[in-house]
């Protein structure tokens, strides 16, 4: 069962799933193999896989599973935050294409990183044309290449990007909030127990003003 357990977590860490530039998790995968998502990123998805792998590193001590509950943390930061409340997803498509904003061609890859940094890259990802002629980075192994990840993902911001669905859900918001306690008590992160206070206090604030 624990071997079970821990491949479907490494399954979902390394393949299509996950957003590894940005952090957090897609809707789901298309195909058997994991490699291709529906790129839309939902906020209850984003709760669940915090609360999973902090979860998973509590339980087996894997830094590689802090480390992608810590980016799913900064997904909803950078991604759906707004007034301490999270929206509740980003879209798929981009000007009516699908995942347009996340794929690359392996000559922007090319023109944009240096050769060390291509077989780096090389050695944690699959560099292959998965998506009509494009890539959807997938890794071979749960290794972090912080650095190189860090400059794809700030030239992918450069580009237009998903529209955002700015309900706030406040059961969605509450799920997050919970997922943020477990992933401070876990993690040991008092940073991530006052955002989860600021959010139930948030709730709380907007729910007592729409009452009658």
Known sequence: MKDMIIKRLDTM?????HD????????????ETWTIP???KMLYDQAMHLWVYSAAYKIFRKEEYKTIAEKVVNSLEQEFEENGLFYSAL???????????YLWTKNELSELLSEE???KLKDVYELQENFEGK???IKKKNRFLPEIEDKLLQIRKERKQPFVDNKIMTSWNALAGIALIQAGYWL????YLLKADRVFAQLVKINSQSSP
């Open 13 to 17: 860490a390394i393949r299509g799933l």
């Open 20 to 31: 590894h530039l940005q952090g957090g998790f897609y809707r789901y995968c298309v195909d």
């Open 38 to 40: 529906h790129f839309e």
């Open 91 to 101: 879209d798929a498509d981009t000007d009516h294409q699908e995942g347009i904003t």
């Open 117 to 119: 940094d291509i077989m």
């Open 135 to 137: 890539i959807h980075l």
């Open 188 to 191: 040991e992160r008092d940073d």
